[in-house]
């Protein structure tokens, strides 16, 4: 089977329906999911709300997708309070990413596998408030939703929560702008830090 990406934007696409983009599970996001407000920063939330404690190291966001196949990344603010996409950028405009972007597929008990200080972006560190924002294009644009956290080197994610298949490559070598469009999309594949099922399924499908 050969598929290419354009199709698979397609086949996604002609499947939407209300309710089928993308949601964060854990951390915390900004505020209640509101579907038409994804493709906006930050689901539509400007101002920074309740803060989840994050590891430095070894930490995961969980969410789901109701599109099949996707490319995802994880832009970060150092900023206490971001309230537009500048402060997710590099001093030269790239996103600012702690999970490059990447394909992948699946579309329940996901997580993304998030080393807050792997990127060695100043300010990331013990203490420190910062916010994650998960960017995700299943085939019907970009799209947006944030987590407000403060990052500690003495916590640890409840084994409650679950990340038993974690995906994603660290931000070294991706793309550092998400592509506008999933057809012209040249991503850099690392590989995934957890190659499963859903790892091999995507290297298939690429
Ligand atoms: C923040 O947390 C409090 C207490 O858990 C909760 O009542 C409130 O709804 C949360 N705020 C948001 C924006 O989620
Ligand atoms: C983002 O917010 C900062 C501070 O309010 C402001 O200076 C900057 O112009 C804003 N950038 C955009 C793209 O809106
Ligand atoms: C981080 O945010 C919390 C809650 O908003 C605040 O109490 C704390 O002072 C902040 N810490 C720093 C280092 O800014
Ligand atoms: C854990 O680290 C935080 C800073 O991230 C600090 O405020 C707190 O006191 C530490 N707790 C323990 C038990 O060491
Ligand atoms: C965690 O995963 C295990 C095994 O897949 C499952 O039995 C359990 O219900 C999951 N827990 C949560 C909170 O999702
Ligand atoms: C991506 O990173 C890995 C590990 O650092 C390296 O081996 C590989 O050559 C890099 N690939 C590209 C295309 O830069
Ligand atoms: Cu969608």
């Known amino acids: 089977m050969k598929l290419t990406w354009s199709a698979l934007a397609v086949v996604s696409t002609a499947m939407s329906v209300v309710n089928a983009h993308f949601q964060v599970a854990f951390p915390e996001v900004r505020g209640p999911f509101v579907d038409d407000n994804e493709p ?5 939330y400007t101002e920074a709300a309740n803060r989840t404690l994050f590891p430095l190291t070894n930490g995961f966001i969980t969410w789901q997708s109701e599109h099949p196949t996707w490319i995802a990344g994880v832009m970060i603010s150092t900023a206490s309070d971001p ?14 990413l702690v999970v490059g972007y990447f394909r992948g597929s699946g579309t329940t008990g ?4 998030v080393m ?3 990127a060695g972006i100043p300010g990331v560190q013990d203490g420190a408030n910062v916010t994650f924002q998960m960017v995700f294009n299943g085939g019907d644009g970009v799209l947006y939703q944030c987590m407000d956290v403060t990052l500690s080197s003495n916590y640890t994610i409840p084994s409650s929560i679950n990340c038993t298949n974690p995906m994603g490559q660290p931000p070294t ?8 469009s999933g057809a012209t999309a040249t991503i850099v594949n690392g590989g995934f830090l957890g190659l499963g099922l859903v790892g091999i399924l995507a290297a298939i499908l690429v």
């Not at 070598?173 to 506008?180: D, G, L, Q």
């Open 40 to 44: 906006q920063f930050c689901d539509g």
């Open 83 to 96: 309230t537009n996409f500048t402060y997710f950028h590099t001093s030269s405009g790239a996103d600012q």
């Open 173 to 180: 070598n991706s793309t550092s702008t998400m592509p506008s």
């Open 116 to 118: 807050p200080t792997a």
């Open 110 to 113: 996901l997580c993304l596998s």
